[in-house]
């Protein structure tokens, strides 16, 4: 499936500052917010259970909105070790871009890390 990124490829964001905050035991979400610069001026972390995925609250979003960001990425682990999203990936993806979007702020991507590399909705063109 178009989309894969092996873990040898990744960038630099996602190399070196996503992965390395994953665990295998449970899901996790993370929001990384950037100015007009690229430079990461606010990161939020959500933490699932070990047996329920994660959903983003509103205090992550009024987090984010009271920064200057001009960009969002998002990120979450598939402890299950399958890269692929699933409906509720998919839904929640389109709804945060149209959140942003409405906020004057891109939703550059939404990768889901496994111990093989991640899936990318940019690279999959599901964004």
Known sequence: MAG????QLEGDVARLLLRPLFDN?????LLAAFDAFERLVQFERVDGSS????????????????SSIATVVMA?????????PSDADISATHDAALFLRAMGIDLVDHLIFVAGGHFSFRTAEML
């Open 4 to 7: 894969f990124v092996p873990s």
């Open 76 to 84: 979450h682990n598939h402890p299950s070790d399958t890269p692929w």
């Open 25 to 29: 035991d449970r899901e996790s979400l």
């Open 51 to 66: 047996s329920s995925r994660c959903v983003v609250p509103p205090r992550a979003w009024r987090a984010l909105l009271d």
